[in-house]
């Protein structure tokens, strides 16, 4: 019997395909696997340049191209076009074998020779666009002589983009990197070395490389398996990972904590499950001995369901998903009893009180921030410790005497949640941080923490304190781009340390370059702070996935606007989108139930968009915050307007606050950032009126 692999490139595409064009699909698969005969199904191609690479038929008007082996029956199914462009592309791809990985590679010779003439080179002398890298250096990252020729001819990113099509993909992910501000080393380490087999490559040997491209194809044991992971597109993240996530996943062990940084769609989470996997299999550990942890509730509960797929029953037994606030509230309830947390408007009401009591002018909104962000962050206990704490990102600078009125207010105000039996959630944790700290054991032998850029220095203690300081005690993802809820932390105080233990993830899988591209354009040149007192930065990262370019559109009225997004959903349903695979996100829960109306109002359904996992046909809507974590085919991102974003609420004004007000603005801008990679193929950005100064200058011009 014929087995029918996949790549992973056309598990992305398999989506993008009309319904009765992926049900045809599947039942071509069915037969292809039920045939006597491969040649039943399987088709050569006249003037083929590479015999092995064939066709199958799909329904009337479209096939798939298939690479036959050379010997045994493991078929790979590589795209499925209509049916000239499916004839077009087998007959003039070459199969080979990259001979310093061993992967699998596909390209076009004949286009790049023809696109290297074609595409011309700027008129001043610009100089080539890789004449920084040497020939030896770009064998040894496994470009060949034919793809190497064709390198020396670019001179600007434009014919890589124009080449990149016609390139093999393990060498065009060598050379986008190195465009993207890669050192050959860090080309190296990212993308060549976890590819390197521990057996000698033979080139001539299709069928081993076709088994070697784990990272690029999906073999699976049936027809019934390849089309199921069709029907799951979150099974590509969960079964396929990219040799450079999988080295920080399935390293056997660090010798203490570690970190893994990286863009939005680069699989930090997938590798933090797949650590977890790591951790559990083949070992008979107890119940509930490994943490997995996040900061917000919905993200835990995804995360839940992800391992559940991802472990057997009795692996999973040893896991414990949590997120870090309900945790902690856990902790000191099973200590003190009720745990009321108090809400953000009583809070601001006490504050204002203690600080008309002892006569302090500062805003409750500064010194409720003063009270997370220096008190509660340095777990201060009097006014000796206040006057010395440090104040990062605190830029209204205050004297000793100030200072001591200051902690006055902020005494009183501790008081007065004590006295009236109330938590906040980060006093929840620095209190469950004590408590568990002060246990003879701690709780859990492995602790593995996604989106850690969100947690509070509080939170980190509980977390330092769950787990004793040892080999694969910490496993941290997450990125500081995506810093959405202004907390900011330095490891090396709170007792942790990666240093020699930190990866930085460098590739979307999740976001087509086009996307990518424009939503970078949002964050600019901003200097964004790490966990460990330096800066982090996106150099070099890259998107894997080509698509169409976001849509831009402005409105004059709010209606106009509803109107205009209304047909655009229309459009994209239309074209094949199913509705649940759709989001609409704005900056505030007004907006959005706005949003929501005018879309009902023009026959289109919708839910809350934090019912994204039910795939029932209704588009999603809510807020920017309520789109971390998650991911959909086409996101519409509304009500981008000026006097929208940044949300004037959620910035403290320039004049009482400098730094801070910077800070602020520089958090509403990742979080733009943050709804807008959400998109997986289709981004639209809109506003009515004028637009918001956080979107990109070229389009508020």
Not at 116 to 134: I, N
């Amino acid at each position: 019997m014929a087995r029918l692999a996949a790549t992973t490139e056309f598990l992305s595409e398999y989506a993008t395909l009309q319904k009765p064009v992926r049900k045809a699909v599947d039942k071509a698969i069915r037969m292809f696997a039920e045939a006597t005969h491969t040649g039943a199904h399987l088709e050569k191609i006249n003037g083929s340049k590479d015999p092995l690479i064939r066709t199958i038929r799909v329904g009337d008007f479209w096939r798939g191209v298939v690479l036959a082996p050379k010997k045994g029956d493991r078929h790979t199914l590589i795209h499925v076009l209509p049916h000239d462009d499916a004839i077009a592309w087998a007959r003039n791809r070459t199969a080979s074998v990259n001979e310093r990985t061993g992967v699998i590679e596909f390209r076009d010779a004949t286009a790049l020779q023809g696109l290297a003439g074609d595409v011309s080179a700027p008129a001043d002398e610009t100089p080539p666009l890789f004449a920084h890298v040497g020939d030896a250096d770009m064998t040894r990252l496994g470009i060949d002589s034919g793809v190497l020729a064709a390198a020396r001819q670019m001179t600007n990113e434009a014919m890589l983009d124009a080449m990149g099509p016609y390139l093999p993909e393990s060498q065009r992910d060598v050379l986008v990197a190195l465009q993207s501000g890669y050192t050959v080393e860090q080309a190296w380490a990212d993308i060549v070395a976890p590819r390197i087999p521990d057996e000698p490559v033979d080139t001539d040997d299709i069928d081993a490389a076709v088994e070697r491209s784990t990272g690029r194809i999906a073999l699976v044991d049936g027809p019934e398996d390849l089309i199921a992971l069709f029907a799951k597109p979150l099974a590509l993240w969960r079964v396929f990972l990219h040799p450079s996530q999988e080295a920080v996943a399935y390293r056997p062990s660090y010798w203490g904590s570690a970190q893994v940084t990286g863009g939005p769609g680069t699989g930090k989470t997938v590798a933090a499950l797949h650590r977890v996997k790591h951790l559990v299999t083949g070992r008979d550990l107890p119940p509930r001995s490994v943490l997995l942890t996040t900061y917000t509730r919905g993200l835990a509960d995804a995360l839940d369901r992800d391992l559940t797929r991802l472990l057997h029953p009795a692996e999973r037994d040893a896991v414990e998903v949590i997120n870090v606030d309900r945790w902690a509230q856990g902790v000191v309830r099973a200590e003190h009893g009720a745990t009321r947390v108090a809400d953000d408007a009583e809070l601001r009401e006490w504050m204002a009180n203690a600080a008309q009591a002892h006569g302090c002018d500062a805003t409750a909104a500064f010194l409720l921030e003063e009270w997370r962000q220096v008190v509660l962050a340095h777990a201060v206990s009097d006014v000796e410790g206040y006057l010395t704490a440090p104040r990062r990102g605190r830029g209204k600078g205050m004297t000793r005497d100030r200072k001591r009125i200051v902690w006055a207010t902020l005494d009183r105000f501790r008081t007065e949640l004590h006295e009236r039996g109330v938590w906040t959630w980060h006093t929840l944790a620095d209190e469950a941080a004590r408590l568990v700290g002060a246990r003879g054991q701690r709780p859990y032998r492995h602790v593995v923490v996604d989106e850690i850029q969100d947690l509070h220095p509080a939170q980190w203690r509980l977390l330092r304190a769950s787990v004793a300081v040892g080999p694969d005690d910490l496993f941290l993802t997450g990125d500081p781009h995506q810093r959405i809820y202004g907390n900011h932390v330095s490891l090396r105080q709170v007792g942790i340390s990666v240093t020699g233990r930190s990866a930085r993830l460098r590739v979307n899988y999740r976001t087509s370059a086009e996307i990518l591209r424009w939503s970078m354009g949002v964050l600019g040149d901003i200097a964004i702070a790490d966990l460990d007192e330096g800066l982090d930065s996106l150099s070099g990262y890259r998107s894997a996935l080509h698509g169409q370019a976001p849509e831009i559109v402005a409105a004059p009225d709010h209606n106009t606007e509803g109107e205009d997004l209304a047909l655009a959903i229309e459009q994209w349903r239309e074209d094949g989108v199913a509705p649940h695979d759709i989001a609409v996100v704005a900056r505030t829960n007004r907006v959005a139930r706005g949003l929501a109306r005018a879309l009902q109002s023009h026959g289109i359904p919708t839910t809350e968009l934090k019912a994204a996992d039910s795939e029932t046909n209704t588009v999603r809507v809510g807020t920017m915050h309520g789109l971390k974590g998650l991911e959909f085919r086409c996101v519409a991102v509304a009500g981008v307007g000026r006097h929208i974003l940044p949300l004037p609420q959620a910035v403290v004004p320039a004049a009482e606050d400098p730094v801070r007000h910077a800070l602020d603005v520089q958090q509403e801008r990742c979080l733009l950032f943050v709804a807008c990679t959400r998109a997986r193929e289709r981004l639209r950005v809109s506003w009515s009126g004028e637009p918001s100064e956080l979107l990109p200058a070229s389009i508020r011009r």
